[in-house]
């Protein structure tokens, strides 16, 4: 997270850990079930994990749950629903997680015999939690100029760390970057562009690219 000093922003970025749970389904229900209790890093990993993976990749990255519902129990429809499920509208992964039982829930009472599905033992749906270590970086910003400056240097992983684990993982109702611009340098219409971009929507190096040229039209109308 984002160290005020100030009006200063120190950039983070975080290490990723893989960890099997042991827990694991065969069919719908036992899915759903551990759905609802599984902690909330075990829901973030299966809906975001590609995109920490694959950070030069097309975007549009594939969910677990409905991967695994569409190939291993051959459900498309429900397959469709849980891939069509739109991340960035969920402030929490708490209410990510309801919306993924919600729609679980809805198709099974529609149609009873998806419960009759069973994954071969091949293709045994294994939970993972994801574990994520902050690190803080060198690089402080104390104004817009340093900002966008260091934002052409940072890492890949701390662009994802400070737009999507910030807003989404650690409860946040924007991410880091937005925050900091509104509350500390005022800069609140810039805060709310950055707020209004779908970072799911980009590549991270895409993402960056596109920061910088909000950040540099700002500089620019500053300018004039």
């Known amino acids: 997270m984002n160290e005020n ?3 200063s922003f ?7 850990l ?18 609802k209790n599984v902690p909330g ?11 920490q993976q694959h950070q030069y990749l097309s975007p549009e990255p594939p969910n677990d749950f409905a991967h ?26 708490r209410d990510l997680r309801n919306e993924i039982i919600r729609t679980i829930e809805g ?14 033992p091949d293709k045994t749906f294994h939970f993972i939690k994801s574990t ?21 240097k940072i890492t890949p992983d701390s662009i994802y760390f400070h737009m999507f684990e910030a ?6 109702e924007t991410n880091d970057f937005s925050f900091w611009l509104g509350t500390s340098l005022s800069e609140v219409e810039l805060a709310g562009k950055l707020a209004s971009l779908d970072p799911y929507t980009y590549t991270m190096e895409d993402l960056r690219k596109r920061i910088i040229e909000i950040v540099e039209e700002r500089l620019k109308n500053a300018k004039n």
């Open 5 to 7: 000093n100030g009006k």
């Open 10 to 16: 120190r950039f983070s970025t975080r290490l990723h």
């Open 18 to 35: 893989r960890v099997l749970t042991g827990l694991k389904a065969s069919n719908i229900e036992e899915l759903l079930e551990l759905i």
């Open 41 to 51: 890093s075990s829901i973030y990993y299966h809906t975001h994990h590609f995109l």
């Open 68 to 93: 695994w519902i569409t190939s291993a129990l051959n459900e498309e429809v429900l397959g469709e629903k849980i891939a069509s499920i739109d991340t960035i509208k969920f402030p929490t992964i």
């Open 107 to 120: 198709c099974i009472k529609e149609n009873p015999r998806i419960k009759l599905r069973f994954a071969s």
């Open 132 to 152: 994520s270590f902050i690190l803080p970086t060198d690089y402080v910003a104390k104004n817009l100029e340093d900002f966008l400056e260091i934002l052409k």
């Open 167 to 172: 807003r989404l993982r650690l409860d946040m």
